[in-house]
């Protein structure tokens, strides 16, 4: 069942708003957009009125069957016969799985187009059929408003993908090529070679693609299209060529095909047993056929290397008749596959990473002008359609919060005017490291005696004292011999406050390290690379030392907390890393376990995939309240949930399961407790933008200011808006969306906006506004940390530690 979500909230008067924020005018990144229905209807069918569109929708069958997810060879086959069926029913749009008319079609036409000769399609022939389903009107105002708290949520869902269908088409019919599935086309003719000079004086070469990516967004006032510039580089290095330097190991890595429209596939495993001379029956022709002699025949490619073994994807289909879901092993050619992305070497070499970026990134000037030129060559194609998009009508309302005030020690403040802020005075809380100890190898005996000399002076400036530590020398790099080390200390003199590793580290011994200290034992550790201090030794001291100061759990500062928020509101943050351990999803749950949201409760729940139950996610939510209780001497009596977004589909899991679960955590801790929630699902990859206009001795268009919000006009009726926090000096801003699943507090719009905003400034590893509130990018941190070094869960020791960061 579709859960509707819930409205807007009223907001303060016009004169308590005005305290808080000021009224302000932003470019966009959306056109609107107006179907106009034509003044005569050349249907085949009975006449319509002559002021609504109406659009026909056909379920598109095909004899033979074919897979319901084979979508490529679906759009080879309406490719194919395009001419033949436009002939008869003029212009169409095609889905994949249905067909879109502006005419109702007779039998007659429908039985013209079944009867079409032959389509022919990879030595395949094909035919086509046609069924009615349903029609919808186009123009019809409550259609286009996707208004998710309203019952035409389904009806505008029909539209906007009615319309989407078109654009693509559009696209395809000039030539360009969608990369992936998320409506990103690219020019694949004009791509740019990249070479890149190694340290060793090695090269690789990639190629950058430049395209732009688009989307008919619903909003509360109208129809709006989302133009916006996008990017992808491709390695010319071959999965073969990788295989050969890697030992045979691809799995868990992502290939692209250009022989096939450029199709991604995720390596499930390398099959050493098969070769190109290896053979398989061919469905179409029942026969055996070698892959060499399959791809010579479908693509004109001739094997080079037969000895080389192949990848296998696993895909995941469901069969055209009983729609059972199964899983078909993919064997693909190594030599003919590109790796995707860039390669951690690649990403370290400052060079390559700036000549990457002028293919990237651009300046917000770049961006948006790109924007436009796009917008006017997709509206010159679709004006004679009825489609009427208008680039110029990109100007709308929004409002920047002030900056909220940041306490420092000694009674200071920090300047957050401009967001960002320098720390030049002594932190919340007074602050020693004492009985600590600092394990190195004998080589870099030096380097650290350097090191703890320039953390002492870069401490001074936060009122940190730094007592000298406890070496612990070592002779090697093997991470048994250290962390029998740091037992053995630990059994004669106790646990030390923290342990500080030092040395360039390989990530065997840091990850064995991080796990002894963080699982095993339950200490705060902190490793130190000497070459971070090279460039600017005492800046990086500096950050070091807060971020020590951190974990330890000590207040580096205070955000004042907006008026009206309830004094004890609990916060939290969850985030699900991107890597998995053992195929189950890490996700981070952060909670505020204090009035003043600088304290935080931290715990990871690694769930099973598909798993509804989320009993984890209940007791967490149980033992962060027994945190909060045990801190304050009292319990939240509201609740504000900040919940990393994982698309459209993830709403309705948020909804029927997560919020769920949550609620059962209150049960769990008292049977009668029932505090105020709110819980929003947060985006931060989505392709709007929004733009200062030229001002002053600006001439060209700039980054949002920290603090910028959108709250009408291209959101829609349900509760949600859009938040530039942080302050973007370079490249152009993303904003974040906020969408309110859950709502049953008093809270009025404007001080859930200022709330979302302070927040931000909370995290102590950054010394200004980041795109999140706080308990939700540490939740980020903790679930990357788990997932990527420790792959388990720390020592309850430190559920009250940001040992994460």
């Excluded at 900056?403 to 030049?424: H, S, W």
């Excluded at 040395?503 to 971070?532: C, D, M, W």
Aim: proline share 3%.
């Amino acid at each position: 069942m579709l859960q509707q979500l819930p409205k807007r909230p009223p907001k303060s008067s016009s004169q308590e708003i005005s305290k808080i924020c000021r009224n302000i005018k932003l470019l966009t990144n959306l056109f609107t957009m107006q179907v106009e229905a034509p003044q005569s209807s050349d249907s085949d069918g009975p006449q319509g009125c002559v002021y609504k569109l109406l659009c026909y929708q056909y379920d598109v069958e095909f004899s033979p069957n074919i897979a319901e997810d084979n979508r490529n060879l679906r759009y080879k086959i309406f490719k194919e016969a395009r001419r033949d069926i436009e002939q008869i029913i003029g212009k169409f749009s095609f889905s994949g799985k249905s067909l879109f008319s502006m005419k109702n079609l007779s039998i007659v036409k429908l039985n013209k187009i079944k009867n079409i000769d032959a389509i022919n399609v990879d030595g395949q022939k094909y035919s086509i059929l046609l069924r009615f389903t349903k029609s919808f009107e186009v123009n019809d105002e409550s259609a286009q408003n996707k208004d998710k708290t309203s019952i035409n949520f389904k009806k505008g869902n029909q539209v906007t993908q009615l319309l989407n269908i078109i654009l693509k088409s559009i696209m395809r019919d000039e030539k360009f090529q969608e990369i992936g599935k998320n409506s990103k086309f690219y020019d694949v003719n004009s791509k740019s070679d990249i070479i890149i000079k190694s340290r060793d004086g090695s090269t690789s070469a990639l190629e950058a693609y430049k395209g732009f990516t688009f989307n008919v967004t619903p909003t509360q006032d109208r129809l709006y299209l989302m133009v916006d510039y996008c990017s992808r580089i491709i390695r010319k290095e071959t999965a073969l060529e990788y295989l050969k330097n890697n030992n045979n190991q691809l799995s868990g890595l992502s290939v692209i095909t250009k022989y096939n429209n450029y199709q991604t596939y995720l390596i499930d495993r390398v099959d050493d047993k098969k070769t190109p001379s290896s053979t398989f029956l061919n469905q179409k022709t029942k026969t055996q056929i070698s892959f060499a002699q399959y791809y010579k025949e479908r693509y004109n490619i001739q094997i080079r290397d037969m000895k080389q073994p192949l990848l296998v994807h696993k895909r995941k289909y469901r069969e055209p008749n009983t729609n059972i879901q199964k899983i078909e092993e993919v064997y693909l050619i190594p030599e003919l596959c590109n790796m995707t992305g860039m390669t951690d070497e690649q990403r370290e070499n400052f060079q390559a990473m700036k000549e990457v970026a002028t293919h990237t990134k651009l300046t917000p000037n770049e961006r948006y002008q790109n924007s436009v030129k796009n917008c006017k060559f997709l509206s010159n194609k679709t004006s004679s359609s009825g489609i009427k998009i208008d680039e110029k009508s990109n100007l709308i309302d929004a409002v920047q919060l002030r900056a909220p005030k940041v306490t420092l020690g000694g009674n200071k403040t920090a300047n957050t005017e401009r967001g960002n802020f320098d720390m030049r005075a002594p932190t919340l809380d007074k602050i020693e490291f004492k009985d600590w100890s600092l394990i190195c190898n004998k080589k870099d005996d030096q380097s650290a005696d350097n090191f703890i000399d320039t953390l002492k002076k870069a401490s001074q400036t936060f009122g940190i004292t730094v007592n000298d530590p406890c070496f612990l020398a070592q002779r090697d790099w093997n991470a048994n011999n250290w962390i029998k080390t740091l037992d053995e200390d630990f059994s004669n003199n106790g646990l030390p406050q923290f342990v500080l590793s030092f040395g360039q580290a390989n990530s065997g011994l840091y990850s064995g390290l991080k796990r002894f200290l963080t699982s095993e034992v339950g200490i705060e550790s902190q490793h130190v690379n000497p070459r971070s201090l090279q460039k600017n030794g005492m800046s990086v001291a500096s950050k070091i030392a807060l971020q020590i100061a951190s974990k330890l759990g000590r207040r580096i500062w205070q955000v004042e907390t907006p008026t009206g928020i309830d004094k004890h509101t609990m916060i939290i943050g969850i985030e699900t890393s991107m890597k998995k351990i053992n195929k189950q999803q890490v996700i981070g749950v952060v909670a505020s376990i204090d009035k003043d949201f600088t304290k935080y409760f931290s715990d990871v729940e690694i769930r099973k995939e598909n798993d509804t139950t989320f009993p984890t996610l209940s007791k967490i939510v149980t033992k962060a309240i027994q945190a909060y209780v045990k801190n304050t001497k009292s319990v939240p009596a509201e609740v504000i949930v900040y919940r990393q977004g994982l698309g459209e589909g993830q709403i309705q899991q948020s909804c029927n399961f997560e919020i769920k679960a949550i609620q059962n955590g209150f049960i769990n801790f008292k049977k009668d407790y029932n505090p105020r929630l709110a819980f929003f699902q947060v985006n931060r990859k989505i392709g709007q933008k929004f733009y200062q206009q030229p001002q002053g001795d600006k001439s060209e268009v700039s980054n949002p200011a920290s603090g910028t919000i959108v709250a009408s006009q291209v959101v829609q009726n349900n509760f949600e808006f859009f938040m530039a926090a942080q302050n973007c000096n370079s490249g152009v801003c993303t904003p974040t969306k906020y969408t309110c699943l859950y709502n049953n507090t008093n809270l009025k719009e404007d001080q859930i906006w200022q709330l979302t905003y302070y927040q931000t400034f909370n995290y102590y590893n950054w010394q200004g506004p980041v795109r999140v509130p706080a308990a939700m990018k540490y939740a980020e941190k903790l679930a990357k940390f788990v997932s990527d070094t420790i792959q388990e869960s720390a020592n309850e020791n430190l559920a009250n530690s940001l040992f994460y960061l």
